[in-house]
């Protein structure tokens, strides 16, 4: 989690997206549902493959990427559900917020 805050926290968006597919293939394996953990993988690939030209095109992206991966995993491993469950929610409303502000930014 560690390596992907920091990715995310400077905006190395290369180097980004190797640490959260790993971050999020291995949260996810926690579940013990392999079908899970697989759809849960293909579906984050699509996700970066469609937000990574965008992604690109914003430019600068330092501290613009969630960064809250080592905040989750402490919350899990205090089993802080609620806490988890609000960090899960902010990263949401965080990739929503961020895709809404580059089609802004694209349109605008």
Not at 23 to 31: G, K, P
Not at 75 to 95: F, K, V, W
Request: hydrophobic share 45%.
């Amino acid at each position: 989690g560690e390596e992907a805050a920091r990715a995310a926290g400077a905006g190395d968006l290369n180097v980004l997206i190797g640490y959260d597919l790993r971050f999020w293939r291995e949260l996810s394996a926690l579940v013990g549902n392999p079908y899970l953990s697989d759809f849960f993988h293909r579906l984050r690939v699509q996700s970066w493959m469609c937000a990574v030209p965008h992604l690109r095109r914003a430019g600068d992206l330092r501290g613009r990427l969630w960064s809250g991966h080592c905040d989750l995993v402490e919350a899990l491993a205090h089993r802080d559900g609620r806490a988890a469950h609000a960090i899960i929610a902010e990263y949401n409303a965080d990739s929503l917020g961020l895709i809404e502000r580059l089609a802004g930014e694209r349109s605008g």
